[in-house]
């Protein structure tokens, strides 16, 4: 079975190709590409069609396309849901939804034998994280406060590897409750699109219209 | 007919998510509508007074699949059929924006089609080039909806030349805080419409601000009616809504009117083409007949954000070959 993922939950973006003989083509951002200004709608095009060539899979002989739902950056999640839900529209495909918290766990942690704390920049002061043991989901993913987040890890007992912008931006809060955080520069803080390709692989395909981002929180509009 | 660099056979799948309406169409390239589905989402962004961006981008989300194959069902055609996708890429709300472009060049990737990134504001300007009797330049376009309001100069209908423009408000705005202050719905305009009616647009005499030669301003006029209601106490405003809607719509209308004829003969210009949700209004529809050229006044669907209008200035437009707009981006303002 041949996979396209892509994932735009972070201000990096991330395509790959996983093709029916394993071979992964991946469009895999720097980390630095995490604090630069998102440019998701000039850079995700591109990068599918670059990874698509690449693997020399023409669309008609993809078996689905996945992507990373969020939590995340809202705009860029819709840019990458408008792009996906259109590309397997106009492909005849079902789409695979894929958490982006539990596709950036799978980098986290390879040996599967720490507590995994993926931890994407929420904004506005706040987190998106969720937590993995191997395949098992400690914590569903959920918004907090940096400081909430590192209060109910201590409350847990754990001392989890944790990745991701938002363990970056909020290293110090973390830290201090035992949270144990990579260099900024490494690459476990991107989300790779092959790990949404992983996870896909297994997930159930649904039809492009019904899949939507995880946004874990409401506008902020009020009603008059 | 045959226009510009756009001029081709072929089927257009039009895509427009500017504001808060969810659009897809299906145009040809002689300008015949083969849909023209909208999807609106003004209920939902009544209850905040206004659109809220991050709601309608939302929305906008949810609905852009089925409204584009609503679109291409109501045309009785499939993607395969399609030759050019065309897409808003500004002016507008951003995030609304993105939705529709991402959608749009993601469709035309698959099959190496060719895309035109639309000016929204084109699409109003051009959208009586659409239909059964089409209008040819030169002419001027009166476009007046709820963020934008201008006049411009169309002598080749792939472009225009604004001549005059609001400075503050747009009119619709101007419908919307007025209706608000009202105590009416969002959408502002047809309800002050229905409203007026039932009213004397004579009883107040709001101002008609006329800034600069051809250009507009409303932002004084609201304040007025702010004023009005003020001067007369709850119960009499009450009482007199219809006549202060009638008066305040009527300054509008007005406003539009006089720049409009004022326009037409410092361009020296024999037909008017009106666009915009305003141009829904029914006084101001029943005023420019009175101007003494031909008017061309498009069916509602086509003076409120669609994508029709999208596609048919897409016509005239030199498209975009694959893959040149892979990393096309949205753009809240157009230069």
């Known amino acids: ?25 991946e469009f895999s951002p720097e980390p630095v590409a995490l604090r630069r200004r998102p440019a998701h709608a000039t850079e995700l ?52 939804p ?16 720490a507590v995994a704390l993926p931890v994407i920049d929420a904004k506005r002061g706040e987190v998106f994280a969720a937590a993995y043991e191997g395949e098992r989901v400690l914590w569903a993913p959920f918004a907090a406060r940096p400081k909430g987040l590192a209060e109910r890890v201590r409350k847990a007992g754990l001392a989890p590897l944790a990745a991701g912008d938002g363990s970056i931006r909020f290293r110090g809060v973390l830290e201090a409750a035992g949270i ?28 492009p219209e019904a899949v939507l981002p995880e946004y874990l929180r409401a506008p902020d509009a009020q009603p008059r | ?86 897409v808003t ?56 909806s709820g963020g934008h309001t201008f006049l411009a100069r169309v002598d080749v209908p792939e472009s225009y030349t604004v001549v005059g423009q609001t400075l503050d408000d747009a009119a619709g705005e101007a419908f919307d805080k007025g209706a608000r202050l009202l105590g009416l719905g969002y959408p502002g305009g047809p309800a002050i419409d229905r409203l007026a009616e039932k009213g004397d647009p004579e009883v107040f005499d709001f101002p008609r601000s006329a800034p600069g030669e051809l250009d507009f301003s409303f932002s004084g006029l609201k304040t007025a009616l702010l004023y009005a209601i003020r001067d007369l106490g709850e119960g009499e405003a009450d009482r007199r809504r219809p006549d202060l809607a009638a008066s305040y719509q009527r300054a509008i ?27 829904a209004n029914s006084e101001l529809r029943a005023a420019v007949q009175a101007l003494g050229v031909p008017v061309w006044v498009p069916p509602l669907e086509l003076c409120t954000d669609n994508a029709a209008m999208i596609g048919g200035a897409a016509r005239f437009l030199r498209p975009l070959p694959y893959p040149d707009y892979l990393s096309l981006d949205a753009a809240a303002r157009i230069s």
């Not at chain 1, 990874?51 to 705009?75: N, Y």
Request: proline share 6%; aromatic share 2%; hydrophobic share 45%.
């Open chain 1, 98 to 113: 894929v958490s982006s918290l539990g596709a950036l766990a799978q980098g986290i942690d390879p040996s599967g034998t």
């Open chain 1, 45 to 96: 095009m591109p990068a599918v069609v670059g990874v698509m060539e690449r693997s020399g899979v023409a669309w008609r002989e993809l078996d689905a396309i996945a992507v990373g739902v969020g939590p995340g950056s809202f705009t860029g999640l819709r840019i990458g849901l408008a792009t996906a839900r259109a590309l397997a529209v106009a492909n005849g495909l079902r789409l695979r």
């Open chain 2, 253 to 279: 209308v007005d406003a539009l009117v006089s720049r409009t004829r004022a326009a037409l003969e410092r361009e020296g210009l024999r037909r008017l083409a009106i666009g915009g949700g305003v141009a």
């Open chain 1, 180 to 207: 144990r955080i990579p260099p900024d520069e490494s690459g476990a803080h991107v989300v790779r699109a092959l790990h949404v390709c992983r996870l896909a692989a297994t997930a159930p395909g649904e039809p």
């Open chain 2, 89 to 144: 890429r500004g002016p507008g709300l951003i995030g609304a924006l993105l939705v529709g472009l991402s959608s749009a060049k993601a469709l035309a990737a698959v099959r190496r089609l060719p895309l035109v990134p639309v000016d929204h504001l084109h699409g109003h300007v051009v959208a009586s080039t659409l239909g059964p009797e089409p209008i040819e330049p030169p002419y001027l376009a009166l476009v007046a």
């Open chain 1, 1 to 25: 079975m041949s996979l396209l993922g892509l994932d735009t939950s972070t201000a990096a973006v991330a395509a790959c190709v996983l093709r029916d003989d394993g071979e992964a083509f």
């Open chain 2, 1 to 86: 007919m045959a226009y510009g660099p756009g001029t081709r056979d072929g089927v257009i799948l039009a895509v427009e998510t500017s504001c808060d309406d969810t659009c897809a169409a299906v145009v040809t390239a002689g300008g015949e509508i083969r849909s023209n589905v909208i999807a609106s989402q003004g209920l939902l962004h009544s209850r905040y007074g206004g659109v809220v961006p991050e709601i309608a981008s939302r929305h906008h989300l949810e609905l852009v699949d089925a409204v584009t194959a609503d679109a291409l069902e109501a045309a009785g055609t499939g993607l395969e059929e399609i030759d050019t996708v065309a």
